[in-house]
C-alpha cells in the first residue's frame, strides 16, 4: 500500500487557534529568548529580595546581639566613684543663735515728790555716772514741812531737858521728906506723895525722850523727801527717754506717779538665745562666747554665758541662756540684732559625712561604703543634721571609705572602681 507523502506546506501551518482577526498565530523569531529571559529576570529578582530580607535579619539579630553584650557589659562593668575616709570628729561645735541685745541694767525713774521741775540736766543720749543729778523738784511745801519738824524736834528735846530736871527735883524732895519722916517731922503722907511725885517725874522723862524719837523719826523721813528733789542717776549709763521738761508738775503717787527719765546700762549688754536641747549639755555657765552685728562686718564682741533658766521650756525643748557681752567701748547699743556663736562640746565622738552621701530609702538612713572593692551599705543613726553635712553617732567607723554621691543602683556586693585623687 503506497503512502501518500508529506506535503511540506502542512508542516508551517499553525495548528492553534486563530487569532482576533480570524487569522492564525505564527510564533515570530525571538518569542523563546524574550520568555527565558523574563523567567531569568524574576528569579534574579527573588533572589536579590531574599538577600536584602536575609541581610537585613543578620543586621537585626547582630545589632541586638551587640546591645545586648553592651547592657550585659554595662551591667557587669564596676562604675568609678569618688569616696573620703571617714574621720571622727571630737572638738567642740560652733552653733550660732540670734537674739537682741538688751542693756544689762534699765530703770524708768519716777517723782517721789510732789512739785515742779525747775532744773533738768539730763536729755537723750546723755552720759551718766552714778549719782548724777538729772533734775531737781522744786517742793517749797514739803521744805516747809522739814522745816516745821524740825522745830517740834527741838521743842521735844527741850522737854526732855524739862523733864530731868523736874525729875531730879523729885528725887531731891523724896529724899529730904524720906528723912523727915523717919525722925518723925513730917507725915507719912507728905513722904507717899513726895515719892510718888518723883517717880511720876521719871515717867515723864521717857515719854519726853520717846516723843524725841517719833519726832526724829518724821525728820528723816522728811529729810529723804526733800532728798527726792533730786533725781539722781541709780548707775553708770545712759538717758534713753526724757518724759519732762522745765515747769512740768509731777506728783509723787504710789499708783499714778509721773515717769520722768528712763535709763539704761549699757557697758554690759545681754542677749537671751533659746539653746537646742542637742546643745544643751555641751555648755555651761562661764563658757565663752562671741557676738556679731551684720551691719558691723569683721567686728566679733567677746562675752561669755552667765546665765541659765536651768529648766528647758516644754513647748521648744530649747533652754534659755543669757549672754553677757562686754560694752565699754560703746560700739553696740541695746535693741541690736545680733548672732551670738557658742562653742558647745561634744559628749561623744561623731563622723561628719556630706549629706549627698547619705541614701534615704525603705531601710531607712544608709551609707555606702567600699570594702575590699565591693559596695558594703551601712545602715547609720545620725545625731544632728547641719544641713549640708550630718553628724554619724553610729554605722561608721574611722577610717571606712565613704562614698560621694553613690550610684542608683547602688546595693552590696557591688563592684566599684575608687577613682585616684
Do not use: C
Given at each position: 500500500m503506497n503512502s501518500i507523502p508529506p506535503d511540506p506546506s502542512f508542516r508551517t501551518q499553525n495548528l492553534r487557534a486563530p487569532d482576533e482577526r480570524g487569522e492564525p498565530h505564527n510564533p515570530k523569531p525571538g518569542d523563546g529568548e524574550r520568555r527565558s529571559a523574563a523567567r531569568l529576570t524574576g528569579f534574579a529578582a527573588l533572589a536579590v529580595l531574599a538577600g536584602l530580607?536575609?541581610?537585613?535579619?543578620?543586621?537585626?539579630?547582630?545589632?541586638?546581639?551587640?546591645?545586648?553584650?553592651?547592657?550585659?557589659?554595662?551591667?557587669?562593668?564596676?562604675p568609678t566613684v569618688r569616696t573620703m575616709l571617714a574621720k571622727e570628729e571630737s572638738s567642740p561645735r560652733t552653733i550660732e543663735l540670734t537674739g537682741n541685745m538688751a542693756a544689762f541694767d534699765a530703770a524708768t525713774l519716777f517723782a517721789r515728790a510732789t512739785g515742779y521741775i525747775s532744773v533738768r540736766n539730763a536729755d537723750?543720749?546723755?552720759?551718766?555716772?552714778?549719782?548724777?543729778?538729772?533734775?531737781?523738784?522744786?517742793?517749797?511745801?514739803?521744805?516747809?514741812?522739814?522745816?516745821?519738824?524740825?522745830?517740834?524736834?527741838?521743842?521735844?528735846?527741850?522737854?526732855?531737858?524739862?523733864?530731868?530736871?523736874?525729875?531730879?527735883?523729885?528725887?531731891?524732895?523724896?529724899?529730904?521728906?524720906?528723912?523727915?519722916?523717919?525722925?518723925?517731922?513730917?507725915?507719912?503722907?507728905?513722904?507717899?506723895?513726895?515719892?510718888?511725885?518723883?517717880?511720876?517725874?521719871?515717867?515723864?522723862?521717857?515719854?519726853?525722850?520717846?516723843?524725841?524719837?517719833?519726832?526724829?523719826?518724821a525728820v528723816n523721813r522728811l529729810q529723804q523727801l526733800t532728798e527726792f528733789e533730786q533725781i539722781k542717776a541709780p548707775y553708770d549709763g545712759v538717758v534713753t527717754s526724757r518724759l519732762v521738761d522745765v515747769g512740768d508738775l509731777v506728783t509723787a503717787d504710789a499708783s499714778s506717779g509721773?515717769?520722768?527719765?528712763?535709763?539704761?546700762?549699757?557697758?554690759?549688754?545681754?542677749?537671751?538665745?533659746?539653746?537646742?536641747?542637742a546643745f544643751t549639755f555641751g555648755l555651761k555657765d562661764g563658757d565663752p562666747a562671741t557676738a556679731t552685728v551684720s551691719e558691723l562686718p569683721g567686728q566679733v564682741f567677746h562675752g561669755k554665758?552667765?546665765?541659765?533658766?536651768?529648766?528647758?521650756?516644754?513647748?521648744?525643748?530649747?533652754?534659755?541662756m543669757e549672754v553677757d557681752i562686754d560694752n565699754r567701748e560703746g560700739k553696740l547699743a541695746a535693741g541690736l540684732y545680733s548672732v551670738i556663736h557658742l562653742q558647745s562640746r561634744r559628749i561623744n565622738p561623731v563622723i561628719i559625712v556630706p549629706s549627698q552621701a547619705v541614701v534615704f530609702g525603705q531601710d531607712g538612713l544608709r551609707v555606702a561604703v567600699v570594702s575590699n572593692g565591693k559596695v558594703e551599705m551601712r545602715k547609720i543613726v545620725l545625731e544632728l543634721d547641719n544641713g549640708a553635712t550630718v553628724e554619724v553617732k553610729s554605722g561608721l567607723k574611722p577610717g571606712d571609705q565613704i562614698i560621694?554621691?553613690?550610684?542608683?543602683?547602688?546595693?552590696?556586693?557591688?563592684?566599684?572602681?575608687?577613682?585616684?585623687?
Amino acid at each position: 500500500m503506497n503512502s501518500i507523502p508529506p506535503d511540506p506546506s502542512f508542516r508551517t501551518q499553525n495548528l492553534r487557534a486563530p487569532d482576533e482577526r480570524g487569522e492564525p498565530h505564527n510564533p515570530k523569531p525571538g518569542d523563546g529568548e524574550r520568555r527565558s529571559a523574563a523567567r531569568l529576570t524574576g528569579f534574579a529578582a527573588l533572589a536579590v529580595l531574599a538577600g536584602l530580607v536575609g541581610f537585613g535579619m543578620w543586621t537585626h539579630t547582630s545589632r541586638n546581639a551587640e546591645a545586648e553584650a553592651e547592657v550585659e557589659a554595662r551591667e557587669n562593668a564596676a562604675p568609678t566613684v569618688r569616696t573620703m575616709l571617714a574621720k571622727e570628729e571630737s572638738s567642740p561645735r560652733t552653733i550660732e543663735l540670734t537674739g537682741n541685745m538688751a542693756a544689762f541694767d534699765a530703770a524708768t525713774l519716777f517723782a517721789r515728790a510732789t512739785g515742779y521741775i525747775s532744773v533738768r540736766n539730763a536729755d537723750i543720749g546723755t552720759k551718766l555716772k552714778k549719782g548724777d543729778v538729772l533734775a531737781v523738784i522744786a517742793a517749797p511745801d514739803l521744805d516747809q514741812q522739814l522745816a516745821q519738824a524740825k522745830g517740834q524736834l527741838v521743842q521735844f528735846q527741850a522737854a526732855v531737858q524739862q523733864a530731868e530736871a523736874d525729875a531730879d527735883l523729885g528725887r531731891v524732895t523724896d529724899q529730904r521728906t524720906s528723912r523727915l519722916v523717919a525722925q518723925g517731922w513730917s507725915s507719912a503722907q507728905q513722904g507717899d506723895t513726895d515719892r510718888l511725885t518723883f517717880a511720876s517725874r521719871v515717867a515723864a522723862v521717857a515719854v519726853a525722850k520717846a516723843n524725841v524719837v517719833a519726832q526724829q523719826a518724821a525728820v528723816n523721813r522728811l529729810q529723804q523727801l526733800t532728798e527726792f528733789e533730786q533725781i539722781k542717776a541709780p548707775y553708770d549709763g545712759v538717758v534713753t527717754s526724757r518724759l519732762v521738761d522745765v515747769g512740768d508738775l509731777v506728783t509723787a503717787d504710789a499708783s499714778s506717779g509721773t515717769p520722768l527719765f528712763a535709763v539704761a546700762r549699757t557697758d554690759v549688754l545681754r542677749v537671751q538665745v533659746f539653746v537646742p536641747q542637742a546643745f544643751t549639755f555641751g555648755l555651761k555657765d562661764g563658757d565663752p562666747a562671741t557676738a556679731t552685728v551684720s551691719e558691723l562686718p569683721g567686728q566679733v564682741f567677746h562675752g561669755k554665758v552667765a546665765r541659765n533658766a536651768e529648766a528647758l521650756a516644754a513647748g521648744t525643748r530649747t533652754l534659755l541662756m543669757e549672754v553677757d557681752i562686754d560694752n565699754r567701748e560703746g560700739k553696740l547699743a541695746a535693741g541690736l540684732y545680733s548672732v551670738i556663736h557658742l562653742q558647745s562640746r561634744r559628749i561623744n565622738p561623731v563622723i561628719i559625712v556630706p549629706s549627698q552621701a547619705v541614701v534615704f530609702g525603705q531601710d531607712g538612713l544608709r551609707v555606702a561604703v567600699v570594702s575590699n572593692g565591693k559596695v558594703e551599705m551601712r545602715k547609720i543613726v545620725l545625731e544632728l543634721d547641719n544641713g549640708a553635712t550630718v553628724e554619724v553617732k553610729s554605722g561608721l567607723k574611722p577610717g571606712d571609705q565613704i562614698i560621694l554621691s553613690p550610684p542608683a543602683n547602688a546595693v552590696d556586693g557591688m563592684k566599684v572602681t575608687v577613682a585616684s585623687a
